[in-house]
């Protein structure tokens, strides 16, 4: 605005109208600009301007615009709270003019009542003449503003009998009685404050505060609720909510009644939240100042929780990094380190996971729990509580990796130098727990430890399954499991079977028949058991020949053909070719002829009996004359299949002979398909046990011919034999298979493709054999996979190293191989954006792998808040 | 063995479902559970005949127990988690320090 308009409305504002000489009368401009200024809220030069007019004027007319423009102002001041100014311009006007009382007799006792005196406004209601809208305005403005009932009850400006001081008594009576001893429920009724009454929010109150005492927190919230959010009474409501645990803000004065009234819980709370805020902020400073304020409340308002808050704080405040030294300072001394701090420690450790040493950290403060635990009589010393603690320790090292965990393990002996610094200032019933159990022999980095204490501690039969499994796939002491399972738990079967099938591998057949007829008596009906008998007299007889000592044989012999098992199926073929052997040996020709027609009759196939003997004279080692053996085709693969089955079934070592291979993948690859899908499939697993990948997937492309209810099991034999740079496939073939291996419920089918994914497929993407693929989707991979007849001997041009006929293959797998990095990291790199991925494919594998943890660290290495082994100053104080 | 399993919350800890102290035995433990079973029976009170038989899921079965006992403990709660449960004295002050709330003008 220019600086004339400024002039010019400066002017305009103080302006009195031109001055009419003489004119003894208000003018219509002059109301106009009254109007005008009032309009604009500027109600100072309203009444500027109405008094110059009266002055001027000095007519009733004049007179009433001037108390007009008093009035307006100073309801605007009472408006804006303003109840200081409002107030002085009241006692100036109602001295100037009486006749504003009138008018503005109803300001006074509302500011009155603002600064807590309702008496004024109580005066109006005595006013019978007043209008209902009036009556019940007033009433509300009472209901908002009376903070104190008694005020209202000794207010004699209305009768003693007046509804609102019986009712204001009523309720001041009450609120002394609540506040002062627990009341009967009785006693609070209040008849005399009805429903609609001003001071209904008070009884509410009443019963609220009545209930607060009584820990009644439920009924209490009920009657808060039921407070006008208005009501002058409703003031308490944030803090009987904050006395009862919940969070709110609080006037000074409120914090004043909660530290009376509350026992210390807000002002313990406070100091808790105010150490949370800190830690959480990692502000180290305040967190230290506000850990010892808390402290010091607690002693102060909850002496009993004093040891259970160091032990948080002690934690929580390692937790966010703070050095051990300056807590335990704060702190007034060392936190108790008993089991439930180890326990808080433990868990700190376990969510920490900055680092590897972490878990060995999380396992080591267990140990400790462990052993105050026992101390302090948590629970016994052997029993299921110790053994789950030592399974979730168990499950803590799982977390590392295998091929990582013995690095970290050394790591951690090498650098640990145990809890001994937190002992120190410790009670003696703390302290003696670690004399009372020697050095730490750090069994807790051993899966096998662990497991072998849960096991001595709660002999169930879960943990030692789990201890064997773990014994088996690691190829150690799974016979020294076994054993101890055995003799923990006489009666379980899968330690004996263990033991059995362990002295059948060493070929210690005697003890393994020992074995079985344990297991027999243990439960006869298992299905290995009931395989176990004929497999091993069949072992223990074929030893005997080997030996060529026939006549050692005999009693086995003879008591596989009394077996009623040994009739089923092929196996009396295996039996005759078996004594076919014998007498060969024992010089019995005509009996050794008699076997072999048996075992012709018995396989009803010249190629398959040819085969079985074929076979028995192997295991045999047969060195006597041969007999004459012909191996047609087409018939070949279906007798070698019936073999292979008879072999798995009974124990019968098996083996495809050079002689018969090519005849063998000629067939499988022809026209004519084999129909046996069981001979096939026994026959694909022993070619995928030998090795033998191209047979394998011969075999499979005979399975897929047969009827659908064989596809699953041809699918995985077709995955298996797949070479390495064949993974898509593999994946798909996979996960048809599972598919329909789930369809079809064939529960062993699908555990042997989990397995065969676990073991060989490491790096597998299991992203696409993961997805449940749909009947079209498998159709069609059928479909396509049996137009793919032969095996891919030669991988692809791109997957093959090349410096002669083209640039070296650049994709993940070869890289890995030529630079002796993991190919997982390879395909991380592929996932870069591209000119990042050329730096990195230019660096050497130590250069890589540094790269590559910079990037997933965020930057350069920074410094990390733990990167060493902890020392005292770690340990939480 | 501590008489709550730290980590319940209060209404939730098994012992004070089926109201049993720290040391009671599984005969203990199974007849307040067939106490509650007959005052709360599942045709009726469906909601707390789980609660009951969840809390005596949790007490008869001892690695069950220590499990709940070893993760219930959350190092990353708040401190002011302490205070859940724990029962503070209620002092009666007389009116005046209540009114002094409600006659405090706004700031």
């Known amino acids: 605005m220019s600086l004339r308009n400024k002039k010019k409305n400066l002017d305009t504002r103080h302006a009195m109208p031109p001055e009419v000489k003489g004119t003894a009368e208000v003018e219509p401009r002059e109301r106009a600009l009254l109007e005008r200024l009032r309009s604009e809220r500027r109600f100072v030069d309203a009444v500027n301007v109405a008094v110059g007019i009266h002055q001027r004027v000095r007519s009733a007319a004049s007179e009433e615009l001037r108390r007009d423009a008093w009035e307006a102002h100073i309801r605007w001041l009472v408006g804006r709270e303003a109840d200081r100014e409002a107030l002085a311009r009241l006692n100036i006007v109602q001295a100037l003019d009486p006749a504003m009382r009138e ?62 001081r019986v009712a204001a008594a009523a309720v001041a009576r009450a609120l002394d009685a609540v506040t002062r001893g627990p009341v009967a429920a009785e006693s609070l009724a209040l008849p005399e404050v009805s429903r609609s009454s001003p001071l209904a929010p008070w009884k509410m109150m009443v019963r609220a505060i009545a209930a607060f005492y009584a820990q009644d927190d439920a009924l209490c919230e009920k009657y808060l609720s039921a407070v006008e959010p208005t009501a002058a009474a409703s003031r308490l409501c944030p803090a009987l909510r904050a006395m009862m645990g919940q969070k709110a803000k609080l006037t000074p004065a409120a914090l004043t009644l909660a530290a009376q009234a509350d026992g210390g819980r807000v002002a313990l709370g406070q100091a808790l939240a105010a150490v949370d805020a800190a830690l959480e902020r990692r502000d180290h400073k305040s967190a230290l100042f506000k850990i010892s304020r808390a402290v010091a409340a607690c002693k102060m308002h909850r002496p009993k929780l004093v040891v259970a808050l160091k032990q948080r704080m002690s934690v929580g405040a390692m937790l966010a990094g703070l050095r051990a030294g300056q807590v335990a300072q704060a702190l007034g001394g060392p936190s108790l380190k008993n089991a439930s701090f180890w326990r808080m420690l433990a868990r700190a450790h376990e969510e920490d996971r900055a680092g590897p040493l972490d878990v060995p950290l999380a396992a080591s403060a267990w140990n400790e729990f462990l052993k105050h635990a026992v101390h302090e009589r948590w629970f016994p010393a052997q029993g299921p509580e110790i053994a789950t603690v030592y399974l979730h320790m168990l499950e803590l090292l799982r977390r590392i990796p295998q091929d990582e965990q013995e690095g970290v393990a050394r790591s951690f002996h090498a650098g640990f130098t145990g809890w001994r610094e937190s002992y120190k200032g410790q009670p003696p019933e703390v302290r003696d727990v670690t004399a009372l159990t020697g050095r730490d022999d750090f069994y807790y980095l051993s899966p096998d430890g662990l497991l072998e204490r849960a096991c001595a501690a709660d002999p169930r039969g879960e943990n030692f399954e789990a201890w064997l499994k773990r014994a088996k796939d690691n ?110 040996l024992c010089g019995g020709t005509a009996q050794a002829a008699a076997a072999r027609l048996a075992l012709g009759k018995q396989m009803d196939d010249h190629t398959a009996a040819d085969c079985l003997l074929l076979m028995v004279l192997a295991a045999c080692e047969f060195k006597g004359s041969m007999p004459e053996l012909q191996f047609k085709s087409p018939g070949l693969a279906g007798a070698l299949g019936r073999v292979c089955a008879l072999g798995e079934d009974t124990g019968l070592p098996v083996e495809i002979p050079d002689a018969l291979s090519k005849q063998l993948m000629r067939e499988l690859l022809g026209k004519e398909p084999a129909r046996d899908g069981t001979g096939l499939a026994a026959l694909g697993a022993l070619a995928i046990r030998g090795e033998d990948f191209a047979l394998a997937y011969a075999v499979s492309v005979a399975g897929l011919k047969l009827a659908d209810e064989w596809r699953a099991e041809f699918l995985f034999l077709r995955a298996q034999a797949m070479p390495v740079w064949s993974e898509e496939r593999q994946a798909l073939c996979a996960a048809a298979a599972s598919e329909l291996a789930r369809r079809q419920r064939n529960l062993d089918l699908l555990r042997r493709i989990g397995k065969w994914r676990e073991e060989e497929f490491m790096w597998f993407d299991h992203t696409r054999a993961d997805v449940a693929m749909t009947t079209p989707e498998i159709n069609e991979l059928v479909a396509k996979e049996r137009t793919n007849r032969g095996y891919p001997a030669k991988p692809p041009r791109s997957w093959m190293e090349s410096s002669d006929d083209g640039p070296l293959c650049d994709c993940a797998a070869c890289r890995a191989n030529r630079r002796g990095t993991p190919r997982e990291l390879e395909e991380l790199v592929d996932s870069m954006p591209p000119e990042l991925a050329k730096v990195l494919k230019g660096l050497g594998p130590e250069e890589l792998m540094r790269a590559m943890e910079e990037i997933a660290g965020g930057g350069p290495p920074k410094r990390r808040r733990r990167p060493r082994m902890p020392d005292d100053e770690d340990i939480p104080f | 063995m501590t008489n709550h399993i730290p980590g319940a919350a209060p209404n939730d800890d098994p012992r004070a479902v089926l109201e049993v102290c720290a040391d009671a035995g599984d005969e203990e433990i199974r007849a307040a559970y067939l106490r509650k079973v007959k005052e709360y029976p599942p045709d009726r009170s469906p909601a707390e005949f789980e609660r009951i038989r969840d809390a005596y899921d949790m007490l008869r079965d001892p690695r069950r127990r220590t499990r709940s006992m070893l993760l219930g403990v959350d190092p990353r709660k708040p401190l002011t988690g302490l205070l859940d449960g724990v029962e503070f004295e209620r002092r009666f002050t007389g009116p005046d320090a209540w009114l002094a709330v409600t006659r405090e003008k706004k700031a």
């Open chain 1, 103 to 164: 008018r503005l007799k109803d300001v006074a006792p509302l500011l009155e009542a603002r600064n807590g005196g309702v008496e004024g406004l109580m005066g109006l209601l005595a006013d019978d003449g007043a209008d209902p809208a009036k009556r019940a305005s007033i009433e509300a403005r009472i209901r908002r503003e009376a903070g104190d009932p008694a005020r209202i009850a000794a207010c004699d400006v209305l009768p003693a009998e007046h509804p609102l």
């Open chain 1, 475 to 584: 190829g150690e002491r799974g016979d020294e499991v076994a054993a101890q399972w055995a003799a923990a738990r006489p009666l379980d079967i899968p330690p004996v079977l263990h033991l059995m099938q362990s002295a059948e591998r060493r070929s210690a057949f005697r003890k393994a028949f020992r074995l079985m007829e344990q297991a027999e008596l243990l439960d006869g009906l298992n299905p290995d058991v009931r395989k176990a008998r004929l497999r091993l007299l069949v072992s223990m007889a074929l030893r005997h020949l080997r030996q060529m000592k026939a006549r050692l044989a005999e009693p086995e012999l003879a008591q596989i053909e009394a077996l009623p098992q040994a009739q089923q199926g092929d196996r009396p073929a295996l039996v005759a070719g078996l004594r076919w052997v014998y007498w060969t």
